[in-house]
């Protein structure tokens, strides 16, 4: 079984800031892919970033990159330049290579203050 | 490109009537369809995996005759709340796999979702 944590329900920070959401992860497979998506007021799921295991290089989008430790199963989410657009929920998520369903963690709920 | 169109956005059905949700793919084929429900401020739930041409697989807990799913081709798929009760309120979402196969990119694409309000 795979499970996906979060352990920041809510989190706030200042514009221009940087932010890290965390993230920790278990599965039994040994290569699999892990993902954020974004979920704004709108509801709309938004892919944010993803990281596939067998690649040791932390992924970037922009202002958006991660921490990457597979060994302590552990992948966080940085947000550079923290925009008024970036208040949204963040979702963490895991899929195993073999198998298409993705497991979501609970969330965290980040407002971006002006 | 690879967007699912999801409708209706709202609705707002009477107890014990029927609700269909449908999820289309635009631009390319969705072999599989994922449909999750959400609660206000919380995670999705996934309630149940379609594949085209096959019976849907629910999880467990899911009751298979209350959310029927049909997933007649690779560019429809279709949720129907029966009897629905005001416990099935919720927010639904439809997600399909973009990529299959060993070795190739794994991505969704996530249709905009629907308010059910049942009354």
């Known amino acids: 079984a795979q499970t996906v944590t979060q352990s920041q329900p809510e989190m706030s920070v200042q514009e221009a800031e940087t932010v890290t959401l965390s993230c920790t992860y278990d599965?039994?497979?040994?290569?699999?892919?892990l993902f954020w998506y974004k979920q704004p007021p709108s509801r709309q799921m938004i892919l944010v970033i993803r990281?596939?295991?067998?690649?040791?290089q932390n992924a970037t989008e922009n202002r958006f990159s991660v921490n990457f430790q597979k060994a302590a199963k552990s992948f966080s989410l940085k947000i550079s330049d923290s925009q008024l657009g970036d208040t949204a929920m963040y979702f963490c998520?895991?899929?195993?290579?073999?198998?298409?369903?993705?497991?979501f963690g609970t969330g965290t709920r980040l407002t971006i203050i002006p | 490109g690879a967007v699912v169109s999801q409708h209706p956005s709202r609705v707002i059905c009477k107890s014990g009537t029927s609700v269909k949700i449908e999820c289309r793919s635009l631009?390319?084929?969705?072999?599989?369809m994922f449909w999750y429900r959400q609660f206000p401020k919380q995670s999705l739930m996934l309630m149940a995996t379609?594949?085209?041409?096959?019976?849907?697989?629910?999880e467990q807990g899911v009751e298979k005759d209350k959310f029927l799913i049909n997933h007649a081709s690779l560019t429809l798929s279709t949720l129907t709340v029966t009897s629905a009760h005001p416990e099935d309120s919720s927010f639904y979402i439809c997600?399909?796999?973009?990529?299959?196969?060993?070795?190739?990119?794994?991505?969704?694409?996530f249709g905009s979702g629907t308010r059910l309000t049942v009354v």
């Open positions: 599965t039994s497979e040994s290569n699999y892919y």
């Open positions: 379609s594949n085209e041409g096959s019976k849907a697989t629910y």
């Open positions: 997600s399909a796999s973009l990529f299959a196969g060993q070795g190739k990119d794994y991505g969704y694409t």
């Open positions: 990281q596939e295991a067998y690649k040791q």
């Open positions: 631009d390319f084929q969705a072999t599989t």
């Open positions: 998520a895991l899929r195993g290579f073999g198998n298409e369903k993705l497991t």
